[in-house]
Nanobody, 126 residues
Framework: EVQLQASGGGLVQAGGYLRLSCAAS????????IGWFRQAPGKEREAVSC???????SYADSIKGRFTISSGNAKNTVYLLMNSLKPEDTAVYYC????????????????????WGQGTLVTVSS
């Protein structure tokens, strides 16, 4: 059974940082890409950052230079270090896993046959 457990959200002031974790079980990072997505109130879900053993890493323009995605293979966990947080980063953050596929770049292909974790809420106060 595949399970994804997202954690690390919380309340932080603008300019602060948080590190999100996505602990995966039932999959191998050699075979699966992991993506972080977020959904703010009243907005559509958007891709934030993704990591793929074939396609590398990808970042949304809005968070480039502030967020860093990494994987700890020994712990089967993907991290999202979020620095210089802004109020507009406030959202529920989800991690997802899909099989690696050379047809896709790192943050594409998250349509069908995707495993999703529960969200973790990030609130950035001004």
């Amino acid at each position: 059974e595949v399970q994804l457990q997202a954690s690390g959200g919380g309340l932080v002031q603008a300019g602060g940082y948080l590190r999100l974790s996505c602990a995966a079980s039932g999959i191998s990072f050699d075979d699966y890409a992991i993506g972080w997505f977020r959904q703010a109130p009243g907005k559509e879900r958007e891709a934030v950052s993704c990591i793929d053993s074939e396609a590398g890493t990808s970042y949304a323009d809005s968070i480039k230079g502030r967020f860093t995605i990494s994987s700890g293979n020994a712990k089967n966990t993907v991290y999202l270090l979020m620095n210089s947080l802004k109020p507009e980063d406030t959202a529920v953050y989800y991690c997802a896993a899909r099989l690696t596929d050379l047809r896709y770049d790192a943050c594409s292909g998250y349509g069908n046959n995707v495993y999703w974790g529960q969200g973790t809420l990030v609130t950035v106060s001004s």
